[in-house]
């Protein structure tokens, strides 16, 4: 049976506590703060909860909760003061201590059982909660070693190296064609279909967790074959139009394959993600030999950019509060972004019309 310590200064609260718990739970008694700290020291993790009065002669219950917090004892025993009073000043002290709940007078046999049980059970909870914590953090700890190892056995590795050189050659190519795509347009209409290409080249560790979290093995030709976006891009315009002129002329050209189109700007994501996704197969040529490249393309326009940059930045922040506030005004600034990147596009055309 686990055990309960009972501390009064009144000899009838204490037997009257005992025989309502007496079936359920051993129960050590103390009849001052003193006799509790030595019963405390005695049994220490083997209780299963204080029931504690606060006002006792010698040491009171309050100079017993503040050992019991100095020590770290509230933390691993739940405390339930009795109190006779409803003092509100009095009961957020104690819980600012770590008590957990209060026991009021007079004693009603099928209320303090309830209490004790729910309070022990919760405190059961919590603790096993902070372990399941506890464990998480190690794994994740663990984890990150060991993707910081395979990211150095990676950066070591002369075959990785030349597929990330041969990713980056991939990368090129495809600005290269979107530049040339967007000289012509500058020459031809007088404006460019595109702002500004940003590029990327995914991460050792990066593609190590991917890989892992996945399933796949762990090699070159297992990477070339399963992932997508390695090589990424991201391609601003300035109007939904020119993104698909631009994406259209670009997946026209006769040695670009493509392999998937994703169209978030007519079908947005359930947030207001807006933007359009390509992967494609680019030829790159190397010394010895042509090779296809797998390369995400993705296009977006100025706005779409910046709602996107901003709920990342959220998305992966820590300790955010009202997230569902957020989230919901996010998608309200998205449809709003839609709004005004069309409105936008036709202020530009009726422009176009009157030259």
């Given at each position: ?7 009064d ?6 037997e ?18 003193d006799?509790?700290?030595?019963l ?8 299963t ?26 933390k ?10 409803y003092d ?73 190296n030349?597929?990330?050189?041969e990713?980056?050659?991939a ?16 020459q ?6 595109f ?8 991460s050792?560790?990066s ?40 994406a259209?002329l670009?997946i ?18 359930p947030?207001?993600?807006r933007?359009?996704?390509?992967i ?15 390369v ?7 706005a ?8 990342h ?18 998608k ?16 530009r ?7």
């Amino acid at each position: 049976m686990q055990r309960i310590l009972v501390v009064d200064d009144a000899e009838l609260n204490r037997e009257l506590l005992r025989e309502m718990l007496k079936d359920d739970y051993e129960i050590e008694m103390a009849e001052n703060g003193d006799e509790a700290l030595l019963l405390l020291n005695r049994y220490g993790g083997d209780l299963t909860a204080v029931l504690l009065d606060l006002q006792m002669p010698k040491k009171d219950g309050f100079s017993v909760i503040v050992e019991m917090k100095g020590s770290g004892l509230i933390k691993k025993i739940p405390v339930l003061v009795i109190s006779g009073e409803y003092d509100v000043e009095v009961e957020n002290q104690c819980f600012q201590l770590g008590v957990s709940d209060f026991i009021h007078k007079p004693f009603v046999g099928s209320i303090v059982k309830n209490r004790v049980k729910n309070t022990i059970d919760l405190f059961d909870c919590k603790n096993q909660l902070e372990l399941k914590v506890i464990e998480q953090e190690e794994t994740l700890r663990e984890q990150g070693q060991i993707i910081r190892i395979q990211e150095e056995k990676l950066r070591e590795e002369k075959n990785f190296n030349r597929l990330m050189m041969e990713y980056r050659s991939a990368i090129m190519e495809v600005e290269t064609r979107l530049k040339v795509l967007n000289g012509e347009f500058s020459q031809e209409y007088n404006r460019n279909p595109f702002e500004s290409i940003k590029s990327r080249l995914k991460s050792p560790a990066s593609i190590y967790e991917k890989m892992e979290r996945r399933g796949f093995p762990m090699t070159m030709d297992s990477i070339r074959e399963n992932l997508t976006d390695v090589a990424g891009l991201r391609v601003i315009c300035s109007f939904p139009d020119d993104i698909y002129r631009l994406a259209d002329l670009f997946i026209r050209q006769d040695d670009i394959i493509l392999i998937r189109r994703k169209d978030y700007i007519s079908n947005p994501k359930p947030n207001g993600y807006r933007s359009l996704h390509l992967i494609v197969d680019v030829p790159i040529f190397l010394s010895h030999e042509k090779k296809y490249m797998k390369v995400e393309v993705q296009f977006r326009t100025i706005a779409m950019d910046f709602w996107a940059s901003l709920e990342h930045k959220l998305k992966y922040k820590k300790d955010v509060e009202n997230t569902d506030e957020i989230e919901r005004l996010l998608k309200n600034c998205a449809d709003s972004i839609e709004d005004l990147d069309y409105q936008m596009q036709e202020i530009r055309n009726k422009i176009d019309r009157e030259r």
